[in-house]
T-cell receptor, first 114, second 109 residues
Framework: EAGVAQSPRYKIIEKRQSVAFWCNPI?????LYWYQQILGQGPKLLIQ????????DSQLPKDRFSAERLKGVDSTLKIQPAKLEDSAVYLC????????????FGPGTRLTVT | SQQGEEDPQALSIQEGENATMNCSYK?????LQWYRQNSGRGLVHLIL?????REKHSGRLRVTLDTSKKSSSLLITASRAADTASYFC?????????FGTGTRLKVLA
């Protein structure tokens, strides 16, 4: 079974530039999550999709972050414009749509903002 | 911060010893999960315990849950060098998962 795919794996940008991350979840997983993990901390949920609808985006900085999930499958997360404090690993995860199912994580995208 | 707390932040033990790490969370939950993260494999699910369960075992892992204290513990018995990683608890309410701050475990051969 193929895992959660993410790209790119690494990205270095200057502050005020834009960046986009892509995620392809495991086939059949209706729920998709984007997390931000700052070095030395646990993952923080940014946004959760159920199919292509948003379930929770309460911690997404909506003035600069946006996310969409096209046709309930792939998803993109965008930052525009980036700030230094956005430097982190961005993790995508997917799960079956029941509330008690485990999440499967992708390898993450390490973003460095200079 | 909405993140749960884990302690200790770091733990160093000898191979063959047991490792215990604790997690506290803030809101009522449906279940609590433990994940392991190392540089080679990313975040991997270890075990899930539901809110109506008090203890669960999986191989060398033992998880307890005390909902009255909003706390959980993970015990790894007979640790191996390959257990070296960061361990996170993730508490789940209605929808959202809230991860703890993590415990960095180092197992010395």
């Amino acid at each position: 079974e193929a895992g959660v795919a993410q790209s790119p794996r690494y990205k270095i940008i200057e502050k005020r530039q834009s960046v986009a991350f892509w995620c392809n979840p495991i086939s059949g997983h209706a729920t998709l999550y984007w997390y931000q993990q700052i070095l030395g901390q646990g993952p923080k949920l940014l946004i959760q999709f159920q199919n292509n609808g948003v379930v929770d985006d309460s911690q997404l900085p909506k003035d600069r972050f946006s996310a969409e999930r096209l046709k309930g499958v792939d998803s993109t997360l965008k930052i525009q414009p980036a700030k230094l404090e956005d430097s982190a690993v961005y993790l995508c995860a997917s799960s079956f749509p029941r509330s008690s199912y485990e999440q499967y994580f992708g390898p993450g995208t390490r973003l460095t903002v200079t | 911060s909405q993140q749960g707390e884990e302690d200790p932040q770091a733990l160093s033990i000898q191979e063959g010893e047991n490792a215990t790490m604790n997690c506290s969370y803030k809101t009522s939950i449906n279940n609590l999960q433990w994940y392991r993260q190392n540089s080679g494999r990313g975040l991997v699910h270890l075990i899930l315990i539901r809110s109506n369960e008090r203890e669960k075992h999986s191989g060398r892992l033992r998880v307890t849950l005390d909902t009255s204290k909003k706390s959980s513990s993970l015990l790894i018995t007979a640790s191996r060098a390959a257990d070296t990683a960061s361990y996170f608890c993730a508490s789940q309410g209605t929808y959202k998962y809230i991860f703890g701050t993590g415990t960095r475990l180092k197992v010395l051969a």
